[in-house]
T-cell receptor, first 113, second 111 residues
């Protein structure tokens, strides 16, 4: 069965620090990959997605993620975090051509001003 | 463009009581999902609709959960009777071009 692992459950950073959140999945076929973010009191929203092409994907608010097929990974990065990036981040995987999304358990990021 | 609308935002009930959640997806989105999100976990699929047809309800506990999407637009998720373990956030989402659009969720507390 497909699964998604997010190894960092809680991350605390100071403003301007660099961020990398890990995401690994288990599935041997073609996948679509997503990072969703949930700001305090708000709904889940898409940060970025990978379907095909350049494995380095750029999303909103300066976030990017790199798909490394050989490592089954899709890590999220941001060079310099801001206090407003405090949120919960979810990695999700979908088998290409299907509608079944599998979510990780999420990473709570707290950025200290 | 209006997003996915859910109600109620919060519901507190005693165990064995019924509860219902309503969802209005983004206009034109034919695919609708209900997810359950337990504390400290990611969303887990309960049921997926294509228009009015439930095409994946394999994860829906059918002894107490039911859902409908009669006209292929709004959807209702019902739990009867509720159990303590049903306390969670119930998320509705619709999709377009492979992207999920979520509502704000309905937080259920069962006492």
């Amino acid at each position: 069965a497909q699964s998604v692992s997010q190894h960092n459950h809680h991350v605390i950073l100071s403003e301007a620090a660099s961020l990398e959140l890990g995401c690994n999945y288990s599935y041997g076929g073609t996948v679509n990959l997503f990072w969703y973010v949930q700001y305090p009191g708000q709904h889940l929203q898409l940060l970025l997605k990978y379907f095909s092409g350049d494995p380095l994907v750029k999303g909103i608010k300066g976030f990017e993620a790199e798909f490394i097929k050989s490592k089954f990974s899709f890590n999220l990065r941001k060079p310099s975090v801001q206090w407003s990036d405090t949120a919960e981040y979810f990695c999700a995987v979908k088998s290409s051509g299907t509608y079944k999304y599998i979510f990780g358990t999420g990473t709570r990021l707290k950025v200290l001003a | 463009e209006a997003g996915v609308v859910q109600s109620p935002r919060y519901k507190i009930i005693e165990k064995k009581q019924p509860v219902a959640f309503w969802c209005n997806p983004i206009s034109g989105h034919n695919t609708l999902y209900w997810y359950r999100q337990n504390l400290g976990q990611g969303p887990e699929l309960l049921i997926r609709y294509e228009n009015e047809e439930a095409v994946d309800d394999s994860q829906l506990p059918k002894d107490r959960f039911s859902a409908e999407r009669l006209k292929g637009v709004d959807s209702t998720l019902k739990i009867q009777p509720a159990e303590l373990g049903d306390s969670a956030v119930y998320l509705c989402a619709s999709s377009h071009n492979g992207e999920l659009f979520f509502g704000e969720g309905s937080r259920l507390t069962v006492l």
